[in-house]
Structure formats: C-alpha cells, structure tokens
Nanobody
Framework: QVQLVESGGGLVQAGGSLRLSCAASGRTFSVYYMGWFRQAPGKEREFVTATRWSGGDTYYADSVKGRFTISRDNAKITVYLQMNSLKPEDTAVYYC???????????????WGQGTQVTVSS
C-alpha cells in the first residue's frame, strides 16, 4: 500500500498563489507517476497534472498550463503543486494520486490522498 497525505489548501483571492504538497509513504517503489486531480462541486474528478518519479515526463491539463507547476523531491518522496494566477474556476478539492503509468484517467491511479480544499474568491 501507498499512503498519500496532502497539505496546503486554503482560501485565496483571484490572481493569487497557493502551493500544495503531497507526501508519500509505504510501498512507493510500486508507483511510477504522481499527479494531481481536482473535483469541483457537482462535477467529475478531472486531471490536472502528473509527473514521473524518475523524471522526463511531466504533463498538464490545458486549463492549467502556464499557471500550475508540478515538482518533486525524490529524497522526501513528496510532490508539490505550485498554483499561480488562480481563477475562481480553479475552486475544487484537490487530490494527490499515485499510479503506474502515464495517464490522465482516474482509473489508472490506484492510490489517492484525502483531498485538500482550494477556494478562489473573485
């Protein structure tokens, strides 16, 4: 099993920034990709970004390209999501996820954090 613990959510005004963290523990050798998804009220969970632990493959949803940046600290087994130029439509619960391959689908990520709320006010 892999455990994921997120932190860093909160309330921010439009145009502001937040950084989320996700610390992984357990059988982390069994996963190759870490990513972030989000779910707004009444909507399905959607892909935001993901990166391969070994590097060389990082990808983003079009809606966040140029504003969000995913990074990782392999020594701490932690991934970060730096969110800049936030918009009200970025408001959602953000989930950290871990999986075994390049994908944008929730079904390909077998481990999930508990989620952290991000609220962007206009």
């Amino acid at each position: 099993q892999v455990q994921l613990v997120e932190s860093g959510g909160g309330l921010v005004q439009a145009g502001g920034s937040l950084r989320l963290s996700c610390a992984a523990s357990g059988r982390t050798f069994s996963v190759y990709y870490m990513g972030w998804f989000r779910q707004a009220p009444g909507k399905e969970r959607e892909f935001v970004t993901a990166t391969r632990w070994s590097g060389g493959d990082t990808y983003y949803a079009d809606s966040v390209k140029g504003r969000f940046t995913i990074s990782r600290d392999n020594a701490k087994i932690t991934v970060y999501l730096q969110m800049n130029s936030l918009k009200p439509e970025d408001t959602a619960v953000y989930y950290c996820a871990a999986g075994g391959r390049h994908s944008v689908y929730t079904r390909d990520f077998g481990y999930w954090g508990q989620g952290t709320q991000v609220t962007v006010s206009s």
